[in-house]
């Protein structure tokens, strides 16, 4: 059953976060449709861990995220440290204007590799 717009005290609308994960050529690939903040995080965030036996590469699609708060950051970065240290790596593809516009006003794409589709980060 799929979870209904909420709105907020303040009449803003908030979309629910669902996230799709499968696996591409050996990579993890996280698709996340909805709104990234403190209250869908942990979602993300589970989405996001890797089983320890596998390679620890993952493709995040963001290119159904309509927002995406300092919790999404925070859990971006805390990821791609993760990976890293198990050898692996983090990429962002398809970022929506409001979301790329986060990312690059906080540095973001200067630390995480950033394409512009699934494609792309998958054959990069």
Partial sequence: ?????VTGAEGALHVPLSVD????????VVSPAGEIDYSSGSRLREA???????????????SHVAFMDSNGITILLLTHKALGE???WLRIAGCTS??????????LDTVI?????RQDALGA
């Fill in 113 to 117: 590799p950033c394409f512009p589709c």
């Fill in 98 to 107: 409001p979301v790329a516009r986060v990312v690059q006003l906080v540095g």
């Fill in 48 to 62: 996001l861990t890797v089983a320890e036996d596998r390679p620890p590469r993952v493709v995040l699609d963001l």
């Fill in 1 to 5: 059953m799929a979870e209904e717009p």
């Fill in 21 to 28: 994960v499968s696996i591409v050529d050996d990579i993890t």
């Fill in 86 to 88: 198990a050898g692996g």
